[in-house]
């Protein structure tokens, strides 16, 4: 039997074995798309991340007996969310492992300890500080590439998770669609209707839109209202939404960027798409030096993948089935035509969100990689 020993990290050796374990595992699979060493460092860097603000964080790694990394695992407890859904839970995210089960059992039981060292009754993840964050075990469709917004990992990861006594807590799951060289007759009437019975208009956000007249934090104040009641939410504090901006908005082309506002000029609707960067990820080795830097901005600039993700969309709860959606469609579908991405996915979307699911039908979606948010009482 393999000897184990799970350390918290604590020195720069043993981050470095942290940040770089995913790139020895997954060297032969070319699902995997890598995260950059450097926004993983900055995960657990407070001055970096808003987050730490109101959550904790622990990373650990496993070693052999011959002293070389088999795993990784961070314990994170989110104190708002605890707070505002009356639980007690400790998550754990970001991890890999070698398909031996004495690993996954030790680092998993690593960030139970943990857990219970801070007063909490229930373990739960894969999930991150924020929902924005990376969540879900993949549980299906492994053959297919990952992206940069979500997790991918080996289907012997579920196997040793549902072992180890690990239920079901909620499932997602993507919608893929082929884009359509016409905007459906549905969404083009219901658009329509939209415009003349409610005022809804599509406005295209400028950069002094976005950074001089306040629209981009306008964006994630809707966010925070739009998804507050969804599972495991936690709304942004002001310092995450200022650093969201600063790195995030400079990668939306802003014709992937509509808004809706009503006749008086009220922001109620958003959705925010972008090129995919699986590829030019991939040829990062999730390094932007020497030349991971070149790969993401060719594909950003100059030469983009056939592929477009939408990452979110947000309805004001005033404005919900009045057509909003069908107005994104109507504006988003010769876009991307105009720029030559034939089919998109979206980011993962809770499996019980009928609402959400339905507004994809006169698309004629494929629902994908099913994901798994797993649950243990402690």
């Not at 009641?229 to 014709?255: A, H, S």
Request: glycine residues 6%; aromatic residues 12%.
């Amino acid at each position: 039997m393999r000897k184990i020993t799970v350390t918290k990290v604590s020195n720069r050796h043993q981050m470095n074995d942290f940040i770089r374990l995913p790139h020895r595992l997954y060297t032969n699979c070319p699902q995997y798309v890598p995260d950059l060493d450097s926004d993983i460092l900055d995960t657990f860097n407070p001055r970096k991340n808003a987050g730490l603000d109101y959550s904790d964080i622990q990373p650990f790694v496993a070693y052999d007996e011959n002293g070389e990394c088999v795993g990784r695992i961070a314990g994170i407890i989110n104190r708002r969310a605890n707070e505002k859904w009356n639980t007690h839970n400790v998550r754990f995210g970001f991890i890999e492992f070698i398909d031996d089960k004495n690993v996954s059992e030790a680092l998993l039981k690593a960030v139970e300890t943990w857990g219970q060292e801070h007063s909490m009754t229930h373990i739960q993840g894969p999930m991150g500080i924020f929902d924005f964050d990376k969540e879900g075990m993949l549980v299906e469709d492994f053959d297919q590439m990952g992206s940069m917004i979500t997790i991918y990992n080996p289907p012997y990861y579920p196997r040793h998770l549902e072992s180890l006594g690990y239920k079901k807590e909620v499932d997602w799951v993507q919608v893929r669609i082929d884009v359509p060289q016409d905007v459906p007759a549905k969404y083009a009437r219901v658009a329509k209707l939209s415009k003349e019975m409610f005022g809804l208009k599509v406005k295209k956000l400028t950069n002094d839109d976005v950074y001089k007249r306040g629209y981009g934090r306008k964006v994630f104040e809707l966010l925070n209202l739009a998804y507050s009641p969804l599972f495991g939410y936690t709304e942004l504090t002001d310092r995450q939404i200022d650093d969201f901006i600063r790195r995030y908005f400079p990668l939306v082309d802003n014709r992937m960027l509509p808004i809706i506002e009503d006749e008086k000029g009220r922001f109620v609707g958003v959705t925010i798409t972008m090129g995919s960067l699986s590829h030019a990820l991939r040829k990062s080795h999730g390094r932007l030096l020497p030349f991971g830097w070149f790969h993401l901005l060719r594909a950003l600039k100059w030469k983009h993948e056939d592929k477009a993700e939408m990452l979110l969309i947000a309805v004001h709860p005033d404005y919900q089935g009045l057509g909003v959606n069908a107005l994104f469609f109507d504006d988003l579908i010769p876009v991307y035509n105009k720029l030559g991405y034939r089919w998109a996915e979206t980011g993962p979307q809770l499996e019980h969100n009928v609402r959400e699911l339905s507004q994809w039908k006169p698309l004629n979606p494929t629902l994908t990689k099913r994901r798994r948010c797993y649950m243990k009482e402690l």
